[in-house]
């Protein structure tokens, strides 16, 4: 709970000082963050039914359905479990993250995917009984192997002067024309992402991709690549 009242007077406070002193204000991780925490410790449980019932009922009251409003952009830096797990270990090496498991790592991926893609979609779910009202935009930048600062500077630059496109994600019934309909369709893709840089893609025409499809680390990393170049994704149930 303090957690989650610090997030929120920080969200408050950064919405001040944009309004009313015209600064520019960023926040590592928001309130919705601390609620996917929440949600994460209860399906491992470390945190009861009862406990889960009590965070629910102070989001719904504390966490306003406007909150969205008072943010401008999300930015999110996508990097696959394994990655973090090894700078964990080998680069960040502190005493504070030792032990880290990866297959946490992976359940803290796959509650932020699921969040992303019901908040993007309004799919109705675990997460909107949090009153996390509408999803805000969101940048989406590959950050596997790092990134420059300059080159996230001009994607800022470009959410200011309104110039970004951003990605969509539509929830729709089953289609026989999806892009990515099957398990093999994701590791193909998936192993086309882990050779190159860049994958060619007509981004002017909807990406439809099976949502019924296992949830693993492949099918989040192509999802997530279509969003990274502004796609429309449509998750076909």
Known sequence: MYMLTTRLYQIDEAYRQAKEERKVSFL?????????????????GNMDAQDMA???????????????EKVDVLL????????????????????????????YLESVDLVYFELLMQWQGNKKGEYHEMNIGECPPIVFLRWDR??????????????????????????ASGNSKMHVATVDDVKTAYHMLCQTD?????????????WLLPHDNSFRRVVMFFLSIAAHVVMCE
Do not use: M, W
């Not at 001009?154 to 110039?163: F, G, I, M, P, R």
């Not at 860049?198 to 099976?210: G, K, R, S």
């Open 54 to 68: 009590v965070y629910k009922s102070v989001c719904k009251q504390r966490l306003p359905a406007s909150l969205s």
């Open 28 to 44: 590592d991780r928001g309130a919705v963050g601390d609620t996917l925490f929440a949600i994460l410790s209860h399906k491992l």
């Open 198 to 210: 860049f994958i060619q893609h007509n981004t002017t025409e909807p990406v439809l991709i099976n």
């Open 146 to 171: 790092f990134g420059k600062t300059e080159d996230v500077i001009s994607v800022l630059e470009e959410v200011a002067a309104h110039a970004r496109k951003y990605p969509t994600v539509t929830f």
């Open 76 to 103: 999110y830096l996508d990097v696959c479990p394994t990655e973090c797990h090894r700078r964990i270990t080998t680069l960040r090496n502190n005493d504070a993250e030792k032990g880290i498991p990866l297959e």
